[in-house]
T-cell receptor, first 119, second 110 residues
């Protein structure tokens, strides 16, 4: 089964609007962490935001916020006031922190969502 | 400079040759990873390491070898390069809530 599912291969948003990129995850662990990355056309992977499973508040970093719904196992990325430079591929990732089995510590990635911001 | 660096950034090699991709991080992060990224496959884990001298296979380890004698270095070796190993390779490291990637190495096997 997929550990991380990103159901939107592509998303379009107009400049200055907000956009939500979906991410659902699958784990039986109570302790885990969730990451979002941005990959522009230049290819580098840029770390955006992190949410721990025990964090009570949703993580925020500037225009990025993570809408964390633990019961639904979703960790959607919200980008407010989109800019043209936000056009990129976005990846959601998870690491399991509890000591279960040999895959402890692995970073699992979704397939990504290609975001296009238009003027 | 603090960070995670990969070398070389670009490499062209011939089928059958051995090639080593280097990864160095300055944070002393425990975990390090090697991924390959190909169109249509996303990021696939090749190998990872939880600490010096502890490594484990990921999804696509065949044809690759890793070592981690020092915490800061995690080289990836293609023992006998094949054309199917043409890809972009990313090294990553993390500790706690920080997880960072290197700039990537674009490898072409001809």
């Amino acid at each position: 089964a997929q550990k991380i599912t990103q159901t939107q291969p592509g998303m379009f948003v107009q400049e200055k609007e907000a956009v939500t990129l979906d991410c659902t995850y699958d784990t039986s662990d109570q302790s885990y962490g969730l990451f979002w990355y941005k990959q522009p056309s230049s290819g580098e992977m840029i770390f955006l935001i992190y949410q721990g499973s025990y964090d009570e508040q949703n993580a925020t970093e500037g225009r990025y916020s993570l809408n964390f719904q633990k019961a639904r196992k979703s960790a959607n990325l919200v980008i407010s006031a989109s800019q043209l430079g936000d056009s990129a591929m976005y990846f959601c990732a998870m690491r399991e922190i509890s000591d279960r089995g040999s895959t402890l510590g692995r970073l699992y990635f979704g397939r990504g969502t290609q975001l296009t911001v238009w003027p | 400079d603090a960070g995670i660096t990969q070398s070389p950034r670009y490499k062209i090699t011939e089928t059958g040759r051995q090639v080593t991709l280097m990864c160095h991080q300055t944070w002393s992060h425990s975990y390090m990873f090697w991924y390959r990224q190909d169109l249509g496959h996303g990021l696939r884990l090749i190998y990872y390491s939880a600490a010096a001298d502890i490594t484990d296979k990921g999804e696509v380890p065949d044809g690759y070898v890793v070592s981690r004698s020092k915490t800061e270095n995690f080289p990836l070796t293609l023992e006998s390069a094949t054309r199917s190993q043409t890809s972009v390779y990313f090294c990553a490291s993390y500790s706690g809530s920080e997880a960072f990637f290197g700039q990537g190495t674009r490898l072409t096997v001809v």
